[in-house]
Every structure is written in structure tokens, then in C-alpha cells.
């Protein structure tokens, strides 16, 4: 990132020093002394900080450089051009450092300054205030050069070691970047793991191996909670409660189903209510699934009552009972898909209202700046729903 800043000749020095500290370029006591050279009887000058370090156009032209990665290159006295040396994890120190640890390497204060493209009283400049910010001499000044002092060899050793450390950084931020590595957390409800989600994880991992899903089963109310706390990237959850803080970003219409067992006396019906499948024995999921929030509302408007015989957080729990045919249960269409297409199990679409709209939502927090992983799945997992809609 690059930030550039012209400053009139003719500004003062106060409203120069201004200008630097509403851009963040300087933030103590020495902000005149910086400045000193925008505040002469000069012509425009630019001012360009990007990761390397401080450059002034002497022609008053704003002079633009190339991303990390390629090499920059700016004009000098002589028509000489020079490229930028601080390519590597330097380049996100503070100038003070860089410049200090420059003029310690070159043994020259002028050299350093040919070599960072900044005039020589720029270096002298941060040099003098890292000393007195550090309380200690840092160079030793002679006819032939400068030579670090123990102080400053101290600084010396910390430049390259935090270089070091900075360039490992760049180089991980690469790799999420470039999806080589990291980590998303999916909370997501039992529903919503029959043929989709798993699907879509073995085809995401597939094309970027480096990355990790972790996927934590839960009812739609700890889904929900899990997304707004921050525990989870991605929600996938039928019927969530309605939060502001919530962003959907996908809907995946699961119309829900009575379903039993082929010679159930339900079985051969087109059509029920939901008050027909409360009066006969039926096992339901239990209060912390989206499922049964539904089942009572409709229930609720057909003036029924659910008295199950089974109460359950187990959503396989409840398909084997219906097998068994011991009772009744409601369930999403992704939940039975097996069970149907091996014909162990029948589903009756169920024409309440509030059960015939259900869904499953996949949601994000609202503001909440996601990984790089996180939202190349996103986009993968509502392309694959919107392959399998009903």
C-alpha cells in the first residue's frame, strides 16, 4: 500500500506538520524538524511512502512504483535511476530503522541515502530521533563514515531479525491468501448434512488441500449463537431465529415432509396437515432444532397439540423409528434421501403453510470481515444448493 502526499512550498511549517500527522507520516515532538524541507521558498515536492520507505521527487511529479515483487525505480540527479533495496519484510519497519540499520550497513550516511532514494538530511534526521528515542548514541560519526556503537549494533541485530520474522509473515499472508493454508469453521444443523455439504467440503478440499474445514454439529439456536460469538465462519441452519446481526447469504428451500414407513396407513396420502400426523403416534426432533419450531407453529395455527412418543436430538434417531414403524415423524427432504431412493422410508408433502416455506439458511455475521477461505467456500457451498434445488 502507498501513500502520497503533495505539500505546497508555500505552507507553513504548522500546516505542513498538520498534513503529516492527519496522514499518519509523522506523531511527536520532531514533526517541524521533518519537515523542514516542505516549508522553504522551494517548488512542490511529493512525499510517497510505500513499503520502501520515503521518496522525494525533486521535480515536483508524483512518482508511482510497482507492487511488492517488482522493481522500482525513480529518477535522480544525472538522469540516474536506482531500484528500491527494502523488497523483503524491511519494508513494513519503521523508516527510523530502516534508515539507521541502511547507513550502519553502507557506513555512509550519504551512501544509504543514494541507496533509499531520500536526501541525506532525511536519514540524519531519523537517525537523531531513534537516539533520542532509545536514550542512547546509536552511530559513531568520523571523516571516513559512521560505525555502529554496541547500542546501535543492538538495533542492528533486531532490523535483520525482525526482517526475518516480517518476511515470514508476508509469506504466510501469501499463502492464505493464495488459499495454500488456513482454516474455516462451519457451524451447521443435522439437516443440512445429507448429500450437499459433504459433497461440497470433498470438492473444496480437493481443489485447495492446504485449507481445513472444521464442521461443528449443532441445533439451530447454538448455530446461530456460534456465528454472532465469532466461533464460526459460516452458519447452515434451517429456520434460524431472526437477528440483525445476521447476514443470509443463501436460501435453500426445504419444504418439510411427514414421513413413515411404506405400509404406514399415512403412506399412500398426496397430501396431509399437520394436524393428521399429531393424531397418530409420531416421534419428533426436540425443542432445539429449527424443525420443531416450525412443527409448533403450524401445529399452533391447526389448533393440534404434539404429544410425542420419542422426543429426540437426533435427527437418524427419529428415520429409525420411522422404519421401524413404530410412529410418525417431520423431516426436511435432505435428511431422507437414502431412506427414500432405497425405499425403506415415504415422504407425504405436508401443506401447512410454515412448513411447506421451510429452509435452510446459510448466514454469516453481519460485518464481519471473512478469511479468504472462508468466502471462496461460501460461494462454493451456494453454488452446489443451487444445483440441488427441489
Request: charged share 20%.
Amino acid at each position: 500500500m502507498r501513500l502520497a502526499t503533495f505539500v505546497d512550498a508555500r505552507l507553513s511549517a504548522v500546516a505542513a506538520s498538520q498534513v503529516a500527522v492527519d496522514f499518519g507520516i509523522v506523531k511527536d515532538a520532531y514533526t517541524f524538524q521533518l519537515l523542514e524541507p516542505f516549508a522553504g521558498e522551494a517548488v512542490h515536492r511529493a512525499r510517497e511512502i510505500d513499503d520502501c520507505g520515503l521518496r522525494l521527487d525533486r521535480d515536483g511529479t508524483r512518482r508511482l512504483s510497482g507492487y511488492a515483487g517488482q522493481t522500482a525505480t525513480l529518477p535522480r540527479r544525472g538522469g540516474r535511476t536506482h531500484a528500491c533495496p527494502m523488497r523483503d519484510g524491511r519494508g513494513l519497519l519503521n523508516p527510523s530503522l530502516l534508515y539507521f540499520a541502511e547507513a550502519a550497513r553502507c557506513g555512509s550516511i550519504r551512501q544509504a541515502a543514494d541507496r533509499l532514494h531520500v536526501a541525506p538530511s532525511a536519514i540524519s534526521r531519523q537517525i537523531l530521533l531513534l537516539e533520542h528515542e532509545l536514550g542512547a548514541p546509536l552511530l559513531t560519526r568520523s571523516r571516513r563514515g559512521v560505525v555502529p556503537t554496541e547500542q546501535g549494533q543492538l538495533v542492528c541485530h533486531f532490523v535483520e531479525s525482525a526482517g526475518r520474522d516480517l518476511e515470514r509473515l508476508r509469506s504466510a499472508v501469501d499463502d492464505l491468501n493464495e488459499l495454500r493454508c488456513g482454516r474455516v469453521i462451519v457451524a451447521a444443523v443435522e439437516a443440512a448434512t445429507g448429500r450437499v455439504l459433504p459433497a461440497c467440503f470433498a470438492a473444496f478440499q480437493g481443489a485447495h488441500p492446504g485449507v481445513s474445514i472444521q464442521v461443528r454439529i449443532a441445533g439451530t439456536h447454538q448455530v446461530a449463537e456460534a456465528v454472532l460469538r465469532e466461533e464460526a465462519h459460516i452458519g447452515v441452519a434451517l429456520d434460524p431465529p431472526y437477528r440483525s446481526e445476521l447476514l443470509l447469504r443463501m436460501r435453500w428451500p426445504q419444504p418439510l415432509q411427514a414421513v413413515v414407513c411404506p405400509d404406514h396407513p399415512l403412506a399412500a396420502k398426496a397430501g396431509l396437515s399437520i394436524a393428521a400426523v399429531l393424531a397418530v403416534p409420531h416421534s419428533l426432533p426436540d425443542r432445539s432444532f429449527g424443525i420443531r419450531t416450525l412443527i409448533e407453529k403450524a401445529a399452533a395455527l391447526a389448533d393440534a397439540t404434539p404429544m410425542p412418543l420419542v422426543e429426540t436430538n437426533s435427527l437418524d434417531m427419529a428415520k429409525c423409528l420411522a422404519i421401524a414403524g413404530h410412529s410418525a415423524t417431520v423431516l426436511p427432504p435432505e435428511v431422507i434421501v437414502r431412506e427414500l431412493a432405497s425405499g425403506q422410508l415415504r415422504a407425504i408433502p405436508l401443506l401447512d403453510a410454515p412448513l411447506a416455506r421451510a429452509s435452510i439458511d446459510v448466514f454469516t455475521a453481519r460485518g464481519r470481515v471473512l478469511p479468504r477461505a472462508a468466502e471462496v467456500l461460501l460461494a462454493a457451498l451456494k453454488h452446489a444448493m443451487a444445483g440441488h434445488r427441489l
